[in-house]
C-alpha cells in the first residue's frame, strides 16, 4: 500500500492541525493504520494507531486527551486530529500501515513536519 501525508505545518502552542494519510495500492479491510513521530535527535515513537475494519484506536499516553485519530473508508484516509499542541510534540509524522496479522508495520509514508512554537 501507498502513502502520503500531508497537513504539517507551524502552529503556536494550544493550537491545532490535522494531519491526512492518504491511501492507495490495495484494501484496507484488513489492516491498521497509524501514525508515527520522529523529534530531533530522537527515535521515532508511536502516537496512535485506528484498526480499519471496527475502528478500535490506540493512543500513547502523551496524546491521549489531545489527540483523535480517524479514517473515511470512502476516501481511504486516516487522519490524526491534534489539539492542544505542546511544543515536544514537535516532530516529522509518519503514517504507515500493518497487516492485523502483522506485529510491525510494512508500509510507510512520507513524514509530514510539524512545528509547535512556544
Known amino acids: 500500500v501507498q502513502l502520503q501525508a500531508s497537513g504539517g505545518g507551524l502552529v503556536q502552542a494550544g493550537g491545532s492541525l490535522r494531519l491526512s494519510c492518504a491511501a492507495s495500492?490495495?484494501?484496507?479491510?484488513?489492516?491498521?493504520m497509524g501514525w508515527f513521530r520522529q523529534a530531533p535527535g530522537k527515535e521515532r515513537e508511536f502516537v496512535s494507531s485506528?484498526?480499519?475494519?471496527?475502528?478500535?484506536?490506540d493512543y500513547a499516553d502523551s496524546v491521549k486527551g489531545r489527540f483523535t485519530i480517524s479514517r473515511d473508508n470512502a476516501k481511504n484516509t486516516v487522519y490524526l486530529q491534534m489539539n492542544s499542541l505542546k511544543p515536544e510534540d514537535t516532530a516529522v509524522y509518519y503514517c504507515?500501515?500493518?497487516?492485523?496479522?502483522?506485529?510491525?508495520?510494512?508500509?510507510w509514508g512520507r513524514g509530514t513536519l510539524v512545528t509547535v512554537s512556544s
Open positions: 485506528i484498526r480499519w475494519t471496527g475502528g478500535s484506536t
Open positions: 495500492g490495495r484494501t484496507l479491510s484488513s489492516s491498521v
Open positions: 504507515a500501515a500493518r497487516s492485523v496479522y502483522a506485529s510491525t508495520y510494512g508500509s
